[in-house]
């Protein structure tokens, strides 16, 4: 039985706490250059990099378009069977023993359907579930207005991380955390719009299936990137 910390879903203080930030003991300083953009192999990533922002404003998605952002930042590039009863993969974010325990469910607005990705044959597959999916995605606009864009909960089956390690809920948040940053890249590479939202996606991951064993570790809205009017 797989045990995971219940931490709470976070949400904004109604009067915040001002905190005084830390004083730093002041050693010898080492100023350093910056050098990217002047550097020609390193000009367009520099470009990219400084020009990421996180998106507010959604349009609908095509499954066109997430096939596309998925390929370039989710799909499982190399895999092989191991000996804990299940695939390892190679994939564009770094995973805690290439494990990769994280699923990504999908919402399309207006649908009560969900849809998990495959990244090893890279496929959308329908999920059968009592859970109403526009009933999570109206919950979601309370943390995030929006009515097109397309609702992803990340839910970690965290027994197949702890299949390898012991204590593997810092490992899992951490897989949580390296996938949203690559998938917030992929997403500007692409010109959409991308946003993670503040809430672990609990009660609603762990009323997906009837088994039990997966546990929320965040969300986002995705969709096209609108222009501010």
Same mark, same amino acid.
């Given at each position: ?36 953009? #002047?550097? +020609? ?8 990099? @400084?020009?990421? &922002?996180?998106? &507010? ?17 989710? &799909? ?12 390892? +993969? ?9 494990? *990769? ?10 649908? #009560? #359907?969900? @849809? @998990?990705?495959?990244?090893? #044959? ?8 009592? =859970?109403?999916?526009?009933?999570? *995605? ?5 943390? =995030? ?7 992803? =909960? ?12 012991? *204590? ?5 948040? @951490? ?31 762990? &009323? ?22």
């Amino acid at each position: 039985m797989v045990t995971w910390p219940d931490l709470g879903n976070p949400a904004p203080k109604e009067q915040p706490q001002p905190w005084q930030p830390m004083s730093w003991p002041q050693g010898d300083r080492l100023q350093l250059d910056s050098l990217a953009s #002047s550097l +020609s192999c390193l000009a367009e990533v520099d470009e990219f990099l @400084r020009t990421r &922002r996180t998106e &507010r404003l959604f349009g609908p998605i095509t499954d066109a378009a997430l096939g596309t952002w998925l390929d370039l930042g989710c &799909r499982a590039q190399i895999f092989e069977g191991t000996a804990y009863g299940f695939d390892i +993969s190679w994939r564009p974010a770094p995973s805690a023993g290439a494990i *990769h325990p994280i699923h990504l469910i999908f919402a399309t607005p207006g649908q #009560s #359907s969900w @849809r @998990r990705y495959d990244g090893i #044959s890279h496929a959308l597959i329908d999920v059968p579930s009592e =859970l109403d999916a526009k009933e999570v *995605h109206r919950a979601m606009q309370e943390v =995030l207005p929006t009515v097109h864009a397309t609702l992803i =909960l990340y839910a970690a089956e965290v027994g197949k991380t702890a299949a390898k390690y012991d *204590h593997p809920a810092s490992l899992v948040w @951490r897989d949580a955390g390296a996938l949203l940053a690559v998938m917030g890249l992929a997403a500007h590479a692409q010109s959409l719009a991308f946003c993670p939202l503040g809430v672990t996606g609990e009660p609603w991951v762990g &009323r997906l299936l009837e088994q039990q064993g997966l546990f929320g570790v965040g969300a986002a809205f995705v969709g096209t990137r609108l222009t501010p009017n």
